[in-house]
């Protein structure tokens, strides 16, 4: 039989998809704190089957966006405090450069300004899109970096955080992202400092970024 050339529709593109969306819905508002998510529900609204949206579903709960309750399903919890988020980053990812294990590599370097690169073609993009694909693309620097370093303990602390997804719920009222040129420049410092082997100074670089994102935000939300 001849193949039409078209690739086949795989369940994970579908549940990333369903991932995307209800991610979308949790951050604007749409579901809101102590919302229930029903599954059959969505499944229903994306038109696609259950099995998708039962993976997106455990994939938000995992990162503690969601509680599940026997016989009762998902609900939505409520947001982090912001300023908790950031004093978690501060803990984790300058200690994590600070005492790093690991020799960076060249392969390294390049793969963190590959993204940071991809972070920079974002600067033209449409604001919701540009605004979600910020922090999935920054979520992936900054763990890359901590994973670099050799300390299985202290990326699994990184991942367990779920920054971009929670922060995202925060971020979405500012629109778009605002900062995105600060941020691509501050990463690009972090960069030239790792590839020199100046884990000190990567790691007051990294500091002084989450603390200026910080600052940056604070600023941007009172502002709206």
């Known amino acids: 039989m001849k193949k039409s050339g078209l690739k086949t529709v795989q369940s994970q593109s579908l549940a990333d998809l369903a991932y995307t969306q209800l991610l979308e819905g949790i951050a604007s508002g749409h579901f809101q704190e102590d919302d229930r998510i029903v599954i059959d ?3 229903e609204e994306l038109g696609m089957s259950r ?8 994939r938000l709960h995992a990162q503690r966006l969601l509680e599940y309750e026997r016989n009762k399903g998902y609900r939505v919890l409520p947001k982090d405090n912001h300023t908790v988020l950031f004093q978690a980053r501060l803990i984790i990812e300058p200690s994590a450069i600070k005492y790093c294990n690991n020799e960076i590599t060249d392969k390294d370097i390049h793969k963190l300004r590959e993204i940071n690169t ?11 899109k540009q605004y979600m694909d910020f922090f999935v693309l920054n979520d992936q620097f900054h763990a890359s970096i901590i994973s670099l ?7 699994d602390a990184y991942v367990n955080l779920s920054y971009g997804p929670k922060w995202a719920r925060h971020a979405f009222r500012v629109g778009g992202v605002p900062d995105l040129k ?3 420049s501050e990463h690009e410092t972090i960069i030239d400092a790792l590839e020199r082997g100046d884990n000190i100074k990567a790691a007051a670089l990294s500091e002084d970024h989450i603390l200026n994102g910080l600052k940056r935000f604070q600023s941007y939300v009172q502002e709206s």
Do not use: Q
């Not at 099995?51 to 455990?58: D, Y």
């Open 41 to 43: 529900t969505v499944a």
């Open 51 to 58: 099995i998708p949206v039962r993976e997106a579903l455990a």
């Open 118 to 128: 991809k972070i920079s073609k974002l600067l033209h993009g449409k604001k919701f």
């Open 182 to 184: 600060e941020n691509i």
């Open 149 to 155: 370093c050799g300390n299985r303990l202290i990326s």
